[in-house]
């Protein structure tokens, strides 16, 4: 069972407003992932790190996310400017490392932003 | 890009039937996990495999260890609390995961 943690489960905002979402990753699991699941069920790559570092990161996270994962910190992954089109769950994965490794899943954040 | 193609995209079931998925990928990937999504939105990791096949007690999956390109997942005798929606997700030359559209399977009493 995947000890990702990620709070809150469920988030409501209005439109224009900030919407900040956190994660723990497992013990030990430098690489985090974010990925966005819309309501037809499609799932988006945001952004991941290794450590406090960005390894790669979408267009879109660049310009409307603000995403870090600080040392001994929970990672977050917060909206500027909330759209309603940023309607999702929002789901953290943490693992071992980069690449043939199993990535484990938190339970997730919903946003609905009104 | 990169693609991966899951089917069926849904499936009805009665207790006791057996059923399979697939998944097939446009390019080589380098590992494969199947997750099951409940109502909630918590998704279960169900396997990982990175070449050949693993079994958990009904489930069983294989993953082409020759080409690399599709990747099955097999239910014996389904059962109520096996329904939800599973996905397939591929690992790509990016370390990203490419996932499935998903399979909604609904079990029947």
């Known amino acids: 069972n995947s000890k990702v943690i990620q709070t809150p489960r469920y988030l409501v905002k209005g439109q224009g407003q900030k919407a900040k979402m956190r994660c723990i990753p497992e013990?030990?699991?430098?690489?985090v992932f974010w990925y966005q699941q819309n309501k037809n069920n499609e799932f988006k790559f945001l952004i991941n790190?290794?450590?406090?570092?960005?390894?790669?990161q979408i267009d879109m996270t660049e310009k409307r996310f603000s995403a870090e994962c600080p040392s001994n910190s929970p990672c977050s992954l917060e909206i500027q400017s909330s759209e309603a089109g940023d309607s999702a769950l929002y789901l953290c994965?943490?693992?071992?490392?980069?690449?043939?490794?199993?990535?484990?899943f938190g339970k997730g954040t919903r946003l609905t932003v009104v | 890009g990169d693609q991966v193609e899951q089917s069926p995209s849904a499936l009805s079931l009665h207790e006791g039937t057996d059923s399979a998925l697939r998944c097939n990928f446009t390019?080589?990937?380098?590992?494969v996990q199947w997750f099951r999504q409940n109502s909630r939105g918590s998704l279960i990791s169900l396997f990982y495999?990175?070449s050949g096949t693993k079994e958990n007690g009904r489930l069983k999956s294989a993953f082409d260890s020759k080409e690399r390109r599709y990747s099955t997942l097999h239910i014996r005798d389904a059962q109520l609390e096996d329904s939800g929606t599973y996905f397939c997700?591929?690992?790509?030359?990016?370390?990203?995961?490419?996932w499935g559209s998903g399979t909604k399977l609904i079990i029947k009493p």
């Open positions: 994965a943490s693992s071992p490392g980069q690449g043939n490794t199993e990535v484990f």
């Open positions: 790190f290794q450590n406090q570092e960005v390894l790669q």
């Open positions: 390019t080589t990937m380098r590992s």
């Open positions: 013990k030990g699991h430098p690489v």
């Open positions: 997700a591929a690992e790509g030359s990016n370390y990203q995961l490419i």
């Open positions: 495999l990175a």
